[in-house]
């Protein structure tokens, strides 16, 4: 079945870096772009921004520090964040969702939970 | 603070219908046929249940039901049922590149 597999948790420091994976299956990778999702304990849903699977060009949203990377690895169809210089706000789940079209996220990860605490 | 807006809490008996409202601007929900609705439920990843303003994807029951007016965009839930309980996210797309979801509502059935 279509299903997005994302890495385990995650426990780093202040001023580490991180890197978060989901790895899809049952689909074509390189066709939807693989959107990014962060929620923040207790609060709603932030999107991140996308990359684009054809072409691994990524798009960050406009209020998203340059700390944050997309990338992938079409060869085993996994999609990676990459966060570096965590700071304790960066503490959240993080979601992968694969977008069917214009914000319509139809399948998800099951979340990546990163925790930064000294 | 989220570019679109949600009243954060709803409540109805089972049997009864509510509805969900989502306010944006002529720049996202006013400007496009391109609203989504999630449902969250605790400690779960959202689940789509309704994409461009009004469709279903395969799964989810037609008690659900999506409409646009204006800048408002609405979830209607009838026949509500225990198992609707959840935390529902609105999404509109925003042009190129930009998009957003609503900070939330919490709906309980009582």
């Known amino acids: 079945q279509v299903q997005l597999v994302q890495s385990g948790s995650e426990l780093e420091k202040p001023g580490a870096s991180v890197k978060v994976s989901c790895r899809a299956s049952?689909?074509?990778?390189?066709?939807?772009?693989i959107n990014w999702v962060r929620q923040a304990p207790g609060q709603g849903l932030e999107w991140m921004g996308f990359?684009?699977?054809?072409?691994?060009?990524?798009t960050y949203a406009q209020d998203l520090i340059g700390r944050f990377v997309f990338s992938l690895d079409t060869s085993v169809s996994t999609a990676y964040l990459q966060i570096s210089s965590l700071e304790a706000e960066d503490t959240a789940v993080y979601y992968c969702?694969?977008?069917?079209?214009?914000?319509?996220?139809?399948?998800w990860g099951q979340g990546t939970l990163v925790t930064v605490s000294s | 603070q989220s570019a679109l807006t949600q009243p954060p809490s709803a409540s109805g008996s089972p049997g009864q219908s509510v509805t969900i409202s989502c306010t944006g601007t002529n720049s996202d929900v006013g400007g496009y046929k391109y609203v989504s609705w999630f449902q969250q439920q605790p400690g779960k990843a959202p689940k789509l249940m309704i994409y461009?303003?009004?469709k279903r994807p395969s799964g989810v029951p037609d008690r659900f039901s999506g409409s646009t007016s204006g800048n408002t965009a609405s979830l209607t839930v009838s026949g509500l049922q225990a198992d609707d309980e959840g935390t529902y996210y609105c999404s509109s797309y925003g042009g190129t590149n930009k998009g957003a979801f609503g900070g939330g509502t919490k709906l309980t059935v009582l």
């Open positions: 049952g689909y074509t990778f390189t066709g939807p772009s």
């Open positions: 990359i684009n699977t054809k072409s691994g060009k990524p």
């Open positions: 969702a694969k977008d069917r079209a214009y914000f319509a996220f139809d399948i």
């Open positions: 461009e303003v009004s």
